[in-house]
């Protein structure tokens, strides 16, 4: 089966592609370009380029995965809703998986802190143990996180090191599309129907809805 993977939850705009079946997992190519202000411009053409490239069209798609933060909520909402839409377009499941969680697969084995930059001076973190999510995800100001890991990796980790105190690994800054597909065969495989993306926003978007109507005077 023919997995899309696809991640908006951070700067990096990320599309990657993967065989996936008895044997498990084969990447076939993933593409990536990080700026924070052009998610809704810069994913489909990623998607495009990566199916290009290894000779594929939509049409040939199987399953999509898709990052569901935690992340700012206009970068987010594109990734998520353009695999739903495709999803539905093509008759085949969406999964949603949590961005850090790639992080942390990505960042190998022992205690280590993911953080992604949550603007506003604070960061969405998790603890993972050899891959394995042990706590999180949330947000809060670099001084305020429980910094038990023996390293961090994310761009979060490298922008606030200095605060985190421990060894950064700056290999790891943004999740992998592939390893987002990787933590979704369970699913693949057992040909769970997928279900809806639900963004791990974990706070209130910048611009809400008025509460309440003020006297033009006031």
Known sequence: MLVLGLDTATPAVTAALAEVGGGGL??????????PRAHGELLAP??????????????????????????PFT?????????????????????????????GRAAGPGRV?????????????????DGVRVTGPEVAKPADVPVDAERAVGEGAVKYSEIFG??????????????????????IGAGAEGGVLTPLYLRRPDAVAATERKHVLQ
């Open 26 to 35: 084969r990447g076939l190519g993933e593409r990536r370009v990080v700026d």
């Open 166 to 187: 421990i060894p950064i690994d700056d290999r790891v800054l943004y999740p992998s599309g592939e390893a987002l597909i990787a933590l979704a065969l369970g699913e």
């Open 75 to 103: 970068g987010l909402r594109v990734g998520l809703a353009t695999a739903a839409a495709m999803g539905q377009a093509l008759g085949i499941p969406a999964y949603g998986v949590c961005t850090l969680d790639a992080l």
């Open 46 to 71: 990623q998607i495009q380029r990566v199916l290009a490239d290894a000779g594929k069209a939509p049409r040939d798609l199987g399953a999509i995965v898709a990052g569901l933060g935690p992340g």
């Open 113 to 129: 802190l993911v953080a992604t930059d949550a603007r506003r001076r604070e960061v969405y973190f998790a603890t993972y143990q």
